[in-house]
C-alpha cells in the first residue's frame, strides 16, 4: 500500500513537471527554450510510461522524443538562422562562432 502511495506522488510531480513545461513550449520568446521544455515534456512522459511499467515504450519516448527530436529542431533553428542564446540584438555569445560575429550573424 505504501508502494502505491510513492508511486502516485511520483506520477503527480511527473505529471506537474510536464504541464509546465507544455505551458513554456507555448509562451517561451526564446525558441531554443522552447525546444529544451519540450525535450522535458518528453522526457516527463517517458517517465510516466516507466510508472505505468512499459518501459519499452518509454525508451522509445526517451529516445524519439526527447533526444532526436531536440537535435532535429535545434539543428533547424540553427539552419533557419533564428538559434539566438542572448537576445535578438547580434549580443556576442561564447557558443557563437568567431565568423558568424564578424559577419554579424549573431
Do not use: N, Y
Request: a neutral charge; glycine letters at 10%; aromatic letters at 2%.
Amino acid at each position: 500500500a505504501e508502494v502505491a502511495v510513492v508511486m502516485i506522488w511520483i506520477a503527480l510531480v511527473v505529471v506537474s513537471l510536464v504541464l509546465v513545461s507544455a505551458v513554456l513550449v507555448l509562451t517561451s520568446r526564446h525558441l531554443i527554450g522552447a525546444v529544451a521544455a519540450s525535450s522535458v515534456v518528453s522526457l516527463g512522459v517517458s517517465v510516466l510510461f516507466v510508472l505505468m511499467r512499459a518501459p519499452d515504450v518509454a525508451m522509445t519516448e526517451a529516445a524519439v522524443g526527447a533526444g532526436l527530436s531536440g537535435v532535429i529542431l535545434a539543428l533547424g533553428l540553427r539552419r533557419l538562422g533564428l538559434w539566438r542564446l542572448e537576445g535578438d540584438r547580434g549580443v556576442s555569445h561564447p557558443l557563437v562562432p568567431s565568423e558568424q560575429r564578424e559577419r554579424g550573424d549573431a
